[in-house]
């Protein structure tokens, strides 16, 4: 999933040379945390409800109270890609820029909801507890019998400490009899099924 699927488009931006109480304005009436500062059509900053706590309305610029030059990403990249930045940097937003343009802003908040999209989470699916014998071999065997029982890996981990190895699973499969029965055919112990029914 890319960055372009998942950001806020076109971002609410504010100029640099306005004041910091039409920022805090701004923030309130949207909902929003974090605005785009520009100058003459160009991203040169950041602005959050942090960095406005504690100023006087009015009394300063946005330009004085932004953070200059924010990290920005494109939005051909992918949303881990920008769950590592947000993580590495400690914060709430990136601006995605494409050609020194800026086309949007992608958030916490919108990589939290990407991963509960990818994970299936909001699906009916089952997560199950499979072990046994072969390494990242193990993986290979799993997925090939959920394609046998014509169903779909949302996420699959295998967990390399623990003896004998284990892999955890959440998968979405019309009759998880036949999964588990193509897992044992496989060689694979399942541990244990729970059904996970769809969260809002």
């Known amino acids: 999933m890319l960055v372009r699927n998942r950001m806020s488009h076109p971002a609410i931006t504010i100029e640099a040379g306005r004041p910091t109480s039409e920022a805090t304005r701004l923030l309130a009436r949207h909902r929003i945390r974090q605005l785009p500062v520009m100058r003459n059509g160009q991203l040169v900053g950041i602005i959050?409800?942090?960095?406005?706590?504690?100023?006087?309305?009015?009394?300063?610029?946005?330009a004085a109270t932004m953070t200059a030059k924010p990290r920005t990403i494109a939005p051909d990249a992918a949303v881990d890609e920008a769950a590592k930045l947000l993580r590495?940097?400690?914060?709430?937003?990136?601006p995605v820029v494409d050609r020194?343009?800026?086309?949007?802003i992608i958030t916490v908040a919108d990589v939290l909801d990407a991963f509960v999209a990818l994970s299936g989470v909001a699906e009916a699916t089952y997560r199950l507890a499979v072990s046994g014998r072969g390494g990242p071999a193990m993986e290979t065997r799993a997925r090939r019998a959920v394609e046998r029982a014509r169903g779909e890996v949302k996420w699959l981990h295998?967990?390399?400490?623990?003896?004998?190895?284990?892999?955890?699973?959440?998968?979405?499969?019309?009759r998880v009899d036949d999964l588990v029965a193509a897992l044992e055919a496989d060689g694979l112990d399942v541990l244990r099924v729970v059904a996970a029914p769809p969260t809002p």
Do not use: E, F
Request: no cysteine; hydrophobic share 30%; net charge positive.
């Open 88 to 94: 590495a940097y400690r914060i709430g937003s990136l």
């Open 100 to 104: 020194k343009q800026l086309v949007g």
């Open 158 to 174: 295998r967990d390399a400490r623990s003896r004998p190895q284990q892999l955890q699973m959440r998968v979405k499969v019309k």
């Open 48 to 62: 959050t409800h942090r960095d406005l706590r504690g100023v006087r309305p009015g009394a300063r610029s946005v």
